[in-house]
């Protein structure tokens, strides 16, 4: 952990003179955060508290990350990330935003599969660029690939909320009031035939102790919308970079608006590899 933040530490430094406009919204964002903590502690709110804690890490990470795999974030990229990071867990976990803001959900969601698609073409791209990599990808297999990659992604945070639902107690995988099922589990005859139930007004929950909890407006499904409405944006946000990605591939452009969410490998790594490619030949 010492390690992590050392090198997150040096890379910022670096950043404060070749990246001035991403340093500058990494300390404002972290001032935010910073203030939630006090806020959270002294209103006695301690998973808010961790949540900031969480947060401050996060927000090292993509420096961490340039350090580590020795690669190039651009700006607009890592801006969005660190945005990304404190809508999802200030704004959307502490502020409620996830429940006053309807489309606050989709809106991330939608992003991070843009996002992610954007950093598993570069993955792809470095590793077809590179003299040492037997992998030679097509631009349209790069852009099923970086697809495939942003849902695996998707599908793995999926699977966490899951899992935190289930044992910590906690509801990332929200709610939907439906009013129509198809179920089989009312087949009387068990012989696995589905049955709808249409126009669902109100249902009621009972507990052990007696206590019948009223639920006006339909059924409360427990997550599975929620789930699927995540997947589904998530792969159209993947889709939009898939396209911006086989574009930039066919031309190269650096210019073009996809350059500016691809990672790239940093000069002197580059210039190690050709050096190496023209030594073996």
């Known amino acids: 952990m010492a390690g ?68 190039e974030l651009p700006d607009l990229l890592e801006s969005i990330i660190l945005l990304f990071i404190f809508a999802a867990e200030i704004l959307g976990e502490i502020d409620a935003f996830y429940i006053s803001i309807p489309f606050w959900d989709t809106i991330l969601h939608t992003t991070w599969g843009f996002m992610c698609a954007g950093i598993g073409f570069a993955l792809f791209d470095i590793l077809n660029r590179s003299e040492n990599s037997s992998i030679h990808l097509t631009p349209l297999y790069m852009a099923v690939s ?71 407006g339909g059924y409360l499904d427990i997550g599975i919308h929620d789930t699927m409405a995540d997947l589904i944006v998530n792969l159209i946000g993947a889709l939009a970079f898939a396209v911006l990605g086989f574009a930039y591939v066919k031309t190269r452009d650096n210019n073009s608006f996809a350059a500016r969410f691809i990672p790239r490998v940093r000069k002197r790594v580059s210039e190690a590899v050709g050096k190496a490619g023209s030594s073996a030949e």
């Open 146 to 216: 970086a697809v495939a990659f942003s849902m695996c992604i998707g599908a793995c945070w999926e699977i966490f909320e899951y899992f935190a639902d289930c044992f910590i107690g906690v509801d990332m995988q929200k709610d939907t009031l439906v009013q129509a099922i198809n179920t089989v589990w009312l087949d009387p005859t068990n012989s696995n035939v589905t049955i709808p139930v249409r126009d669902i007004v109100s249902s009621q929950i009972t507990l052990a102790s007696g206590e019948v909890i009223s639920i006006p």
């Open 4 to 71: 992590f933040f050392a090198r997150a530490k040096r890379t910022m430094r670096q950043k404060r003179q070749n990246e001035p406009m991403v340093f500058y919204l990494y300390f404002i964002l972290r001032a935010l955060v910073l203030i939630t903590l006090v806020r959270s502690a002294f209103i006695g709110h301690y998973e808010h508290m961790m949540l900031c804690v969480l947060t401050l890490v996060l927000l090292l990470v993509p420096s961490f990350l340039e350090h580590t795999l020795d690669i």
